[in-house]
């Protein structure tokens, strides 16, 4: 798994952003995904996770109704659609793979994925 993220950068308040994570590896379809963001001095923050198919997805209630993770399984990619951002969005933005089951609740803990990309840049200006 080697995850490469993309599509940060700087946006007004209300604005949208499109977030992309790429795994160049071979076991994409085996893993569920997720979205973290880390502020420097706070802790990483769950955002978004997906299942392997794609078929269900989770939120952190501070994103629910504004952000949407969609994955491509053969671009091996997966998305993050963020609507009407807020200052307090400012982040950077990492994405995660894990061969686990999202069922069981873990997804919320950075401590549960196995794999991480570099993170891109999001700052909301207001």
């Known amino acids: 798994v080697q995850l490469q993220a993309s599509g940060g950068g700087l946006v007004q308040a209300g604005g949208s952003l499109t977030l992309s994570c790429k795994d160049s590896?071979?076991?994409?379809?085996?893993?569920?995904m997720g979205w973290f963001r880390q502020v420097p001095g706070k802790e990483r923050e769950f955002v978004a996770a997906i299942t392997r198919t794609g078929g269900n997805r989770f939120y952190a209630d501070s994103v629910k109704d504004r952000f949407t993770m969609i994955r491509d399984n053969g671009k091996s990619t997966v998305y993050l659609q963020m609507n009407n951002l807020n200052p307090e969005d400012t982040a950077v933005y990492l994405c995660?793979?894990?061969?686990?089951?999202?069922?069981?609740?873990?997804?919320?803990?950075?401590?549960?994925?196995?794999?991480w990309g570099q993170g891109t840049l999001v700052t909301v200006s207001s």
């Open positions: 995660a793979a894990g061969p686990f089951d999202l069922y069981a609740g873990s997804y919320y803990y950075p401590t549960a994925w196995d794999y």
């Open positions: 590896g071979r076991t994409f379809r085996d893993n569920s």
